[in-house]
């Protein structure tokens, strides 16, 4: 999503997004690990060493979806996250949530070096 800064102030352009067809999903899933799709929605669980590493990371992916205005379901017990991602206004998966799974997986990778 293209972000335009002006003056300090953010702009976000919005772009359309459409629900998308299993076998477009199934062939972007290629490309983004361990994640599944079920229920009209992504879904993954993440194990971090403990409850602070966990709670760390959950931070770090909410900015990510405040960038792209893109807001996840998700659980927290001690040290894992199960994250449910779908774009309830399209009644499904769209690109937002494969670029935020996209980025999720960019988190949990670098967390798991820390």
Not at 47 to 59: L, S
Not at 75 to 90: E, G, M, Q, V, Y
Request: with cysteine; net charge positive; hydrophobic share 40%.
């Amino acid at each position: 999503m293209p972000i335009f800064y002006l003056k300090n102030t953010l702009f976000v352009y919005l772009r359309k997004v459409k629900k998308l067809m299993n076998a477009e999903i199934i062939e972007k899933l290629k490309y983004l690990s361990n994640w599944m799709i079920y229920d009209d929605a992504l879904h993954r669980n993440l194990e971090f060493k403990d409850f602070q590493d966990c709670i760390k990371a959950i931070n770090r992916i909410a900015v990510e979806c405040e960038r792209l205005n893109h807001h996840p379901e998700w659980t927290n017990s001690h040290n894992t996250l199960a994250i449910r991602l779908t774009t309830h206004d399209k009644g499904g998966v769209t690109s937002l949530d494969l670029e935020l799974a996209s980025a999720i997986n960019k988190i949990y990778n670098e967390a798991k070096k820390d």
